[in-house]
């Protein structure tokens, strides 16, 4: 079948709205009609050409909703029409995988990056027949897209397909960081370090959680705005104000409990490092090549502080993104708030708007019919 598919051809490219032919569904896949797909910043990152794992020309995306509309013989638990957001794969076999941790699966890098499926062939190819590779093992750039079964979430008939894409990749990365890594308990204290998508989703996931102080950092008050908007009790505006000064008035001189750092900026990282109370916890979830020089007798031990890694949110997708949802209907969640639609053929603005910041989570509508059960 022939789909409409948004190609990156080469490092820096623009993305070109092609025809791919999509190839002949294997028994383990499920063809998913796309309705709408979040931009993530790894997907700039990438299109960008800033890592040498994934290979070009590719179909990117990886935040998406849609509904089945064929499914192979040997999947269970999907049916056609189902409604589903689409997430990373995972092999399902490894210890990672067996004991809940999905998102640390052996295979994952093969899965997620390799751009071909597990027997080595390619889901899109060029009408030359250029094969063209795919994006976490499915692609959500694209009208229609095979994926395997692990890669699937199905969420409720009523669930709004247009909003929840962005639920599969970075606010599940923002929220699982708080839910699953660093489980605060009720009444404590968390430093959300940049307030984009991912920080605003740890700030919600820490108000949902029950701590009582959240503070917001950030250097565009607009954002800091915002953040109070979703919970944060209070805002540091880190480009006026000192944040060791200030969590430490906040805190009435103890520090916080928990941080997260989403900006991957070396000095802001240490920050966040050094606000914690003694036995407090870091959680640095930006993907970034920078380092940080800690000593660590002084800075970790002698204060029994922790510095954690947490990847994807740490949780199993199939159970916290119906979960997100959940909360979301609830008014707990409102991611909402953050989001600003595009039609598919504006990709590249939407890209640029999110690169320069105007926009915290675009999301790209594939199908313009699409109308939630729920609004009807
Ligand atoms: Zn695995
Ligand atoms: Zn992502």
Partial sequence: MIVKAAVVNAAGEDYTLSDLTLSEMQPDEVLVKMVASGMCMSDETIRKGGTSSVAFPVVLGHEG???????????????????????????????????????????????????????????????????????????????????????????????????????????????????????????????????????????????????????????????????????????INSKLEDPLEKVKEITAGRGVNYSVDTTGVSPVIKTALTVLAKGGVIAPVAVSRNNIEINLTAELTMSSKSMIGVVMGDGVPQLSIPQLVKFYQEGRFPFNELVKFYPFDDINQAAQDSAGGSVIKPILIMDESYTASSVK
């Fill in 65 to 235: 909703s849609g509904i089945v509309e064929k499914v192979g013989d040997a999947v269970k638990g999907f049916k056609v029409g189902d409604q589903v957001v689409l997430s990373y794969a995972y092999c399902g076999q490894c210890p990672s995988c067996q004991t809940g941790h999905p998102s640390v699966c052996d295979d994952w890098m093969t899965l997620n990056f390799s751009g071909v499926r597990e027997d080595g062939s390619h889901t899109f190819h060029k009408e030359d027949n250029t094969p063209v590779g795919n994006f976490y093992g499915h692609s959500s750039f694209t009208s229609h897209t095979l994926v395997h079964q692990s890669n699937l979430t199905k969420v409720d008939a009523d669930a709004d397909l247009r909003l929840i894409g962005p639920l599969g990749c970075g606010f599940l990365t923002g929220s699982g960081t708080v839910i699953n890594g660093l489980k605060p308990e009720v009444g404590s204290s968390i430093a959300v370090f940049g307030t984009g998508a991912v920080g605003l989703a740890a700030m919600m996931a820490a108000k949902i959680q029950g701590c009582s102080t959240i503070i917001a950092v950030d250097i565009h008050d607009s954002r800091l705005e915002l953040a109070k908007k979703l919970g944060a009790t209070h805002v």
